[in-house]
């Protein structure tokens, strides 16, 4: 059969084996290279309270949280795009 991508789908190094993580979204487990890791900040008090202390100069840290998605899920949930036919392969 042919082959769809040089890559299999996976990035980084030829390590080989690398760890399953588990989707966010539906619990399939993904191999840690080939799924998608979204960061996003998270605000730690609400809306109205945060323009409060932003007036009175006080520094907010957010906590980050780093979520992994499985190719469908991410491309379902629109974190990613597919490319055009003309560039997938390769």
């Known amino acids: 059969m042919p082959k769809k991508r040089k890559s299999g789908g996976k990035t980084g190094s ?11 979204k539906c619990g399939r487990f993904v191999a ?4 998608k890791a979204v960061t996003r900040r998270t605000s730690l008090v609400d809306a109205r309270m945060y323009g409060e202390l932003k007036k009175s100069g006080t520094i907010i840290l957010g906590a980050q949280t780093k979520k992994y998605y499985c ?4 491309v379902h949930g629109h974190q990613i795009a597919q490319r055009d036919k003309n560039l997938r392969k390769g």
Request: hydrophobic share 20%; net charge positive; glycine share 6%.
């Open 32 to 35: 840690r290279s080939k799924a």
């Open 71 to 74: 190719i469908s899920c991410a």
């Open 14 to 24: 030829s390590k080989g084996n690398y760890n399953k993580v588990q989707c966010s």
